[in-house]
């Protein structure tokens, strides 16, 4: 996923309870729901075999992410999760000010961005 710098991400780190019934269909829900939100430019997730995860949403501006976190439906999953599906999480929201990419068709070295700056 390519975006235009500056924006905004929310990365969730969790690790699921033992029982999650119903846990696929509220995640479901949540895309889907959030897939019509102002703002909301998009969202990649990964859980391994133990049942930790992290899912990385991105952002036009903070007031969207904001929006997106006071939506009723939204916090009645939250909290359903802290209830049932999560032994823990751990949400950070930072502000992408810019980022860069490599895939082996470009070869070996650095290009572009990463050639002129250290970090």
């Given at each position: 996923?390519?975006?235009s710098a500056p924006y905004f991400v929310a990365v969730i780190t969790t690790e699921l309870a033992t029982d999650v019934e119903?846990?696929?269909e509220a995640a479901v829900r949540m895309e889907s729901l959030v897939n019509g939100?102002?703002?909301f430019l998009g969202v990649e997730?990964?859980?391994d075999g133990s049942?930790?995860?992290?899912?990385v949403s991105y952002w036009r501006d903070l007031a969207d992410l904001q929006a997106w976190r006071r939506d009723v439906e939204?916090?009645?999953t939250m909290l359903r999760g802290q209830e049932r599906w999560y032994q823990r999480y751990h949400v950070r929201v930072a502000r992408v000010e810019r980022e860069?990419?490599?895939d082996e068709s470009e070869g070996l070295g650095l290009h572009g961005d990463e050639a002129d700056r250290s970090v």
């Open positions: 996923m390519t975006l119903g846990y696929d939100y102002a703002g997730s990964v859980r049942g930790r995860g992290i899912s939204h916090r009645a860069y990419q490599w």
